[in-house]
């Protein structure tokens, strides 16, 4: 991975996950990197468990633009441009609407706040450095991105909006020589689901799934650098993953069926 010595990376959400997991590898391959989080509490762990001199840490939250436009000048004043920016910081929520009606509205914009719209502040403050190193931009989205699922409704929009976004700037920055890529992980072993916001807005404080049988985030930022050193198009992670793309694109009517009774027991949404 000598293409990444001296480059400079600037991941959001990198105190944790598969966002700290990108962190350690890019810098484990030389380059410069510059990541954010809200916890301070993370951002000094990571500070403790990393190299100093390639790193910075910042207190950002990306759901205010104008922290995102300090962190982008403050990557640049640091290492002198941005040649990859990952659009990582992600929340999640599960609720159902039928059952929060429009308790659910705040909890699906605070979901868009952070997946989507942190990711456009992120980008457009970004993009000028972009194009001068001509870059790479990356968005960190899901399976949920290709398919709405039950429980994670405020998720999968922002996920869905977030391809549909980065698809649009592709081909309006690709004469530019900017690359343009979204990445999408199947379930991963994280935080993301203990976090989850329920139907109250409030962190769920548990995870629906055996997290010890997912993949895990250093194999999944490992399969996500190999994607950007070779510029594809997009990734989409795990079995499970790529067949439930696949099946949603051919057989959509099939996969409302599957996928009711992958998360519904009984009636009840159980994962
Ligand atoms: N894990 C999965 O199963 C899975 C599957 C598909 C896609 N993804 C996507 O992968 C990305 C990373 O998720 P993860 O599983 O690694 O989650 P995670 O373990 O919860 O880590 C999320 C990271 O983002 C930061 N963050 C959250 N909100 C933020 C905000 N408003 N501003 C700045 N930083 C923020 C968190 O730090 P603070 O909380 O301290 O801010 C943390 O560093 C997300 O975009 C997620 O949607 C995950």
């Not at 962190?23 to 410069?32: D, I, S």
């Not at 949920?144 to 996920?159: E, I, W």
């Not at 055996?210 to 795990?238: F, G, H, W, Y």
Request: aromatic share 8%; charged share 20%; glycine share 12%.
């Amino acid at each position: 991975m000598n293409t990444f010595i001296n480059k400079t990376v600037l991941i959001t959400g990198g105190t944790d996950g598969i966002g700290k997991s990108l962190v350690l590898q890019f810098l484990g391959f030389g380059a410069n990197v510059v990541t954010c989080g809200r916890s301070q509490q993370k951002i000094l762990a990571l500070e403790a468990e990393a190299p100093m001199g390639k790193l910075s840490v910042l207190p950002v939250d990306v759901t205010n633009e104008k922290e995102c436009e300090k962190m982008v000048l403050h990557t640049v004043k640091m290492f002198g441009g941005i040649d990859i920016l990952i659009n990582n910081a992600g929340i999640s929520m599960r609720g159902l609407l039928e059952d929060a009606g429009p308790g659910l509205i705040p909890v699906i914009k605070k979901v868009m706040d952070v997946n989507f719209y942190g990711s456009l502040y992120t980008t457009a403050y970004a993009l000028p450095y972009l194009i001068k190193s001509k870059g790479v931009v990356v968005g960190v989205s899901s399976i949920a991105g290709y398919r709405g699922l039950p429980g994670r409704s405020g998720y999968s929009a922002s996920k869905f909006a977030l391809q549909g976004w980065l698809e649009s700037i592709k081909t309006e920055v690709a004469s530019k020589g900017v690359h343009v890529m979204w990445v999408c992980p199947g379930f991963t072993a994280s935080n993301i689901r203990n976090v989850a916001l329920n139907s109250k807005g409030e962190s769920q404080g548990e995870s629906p799934l055996d997290e010890n049988k997912l993949m895990n985030a250093d194999e999944c930022a490992r399969r996500i650098i190999i994607s950007i050193q070779k510029r594809k198009r997009t990734l989409v992670m795990t079995f499970q993953g790529k067949e439930t793309v696949f099946m949603n694109k051919f057989f959509p009517g099939l996969t409302d069926k599957l996928t009711r009774r992958f998360f519904f027991k009984g009636g009840e949404l159980v994962k």
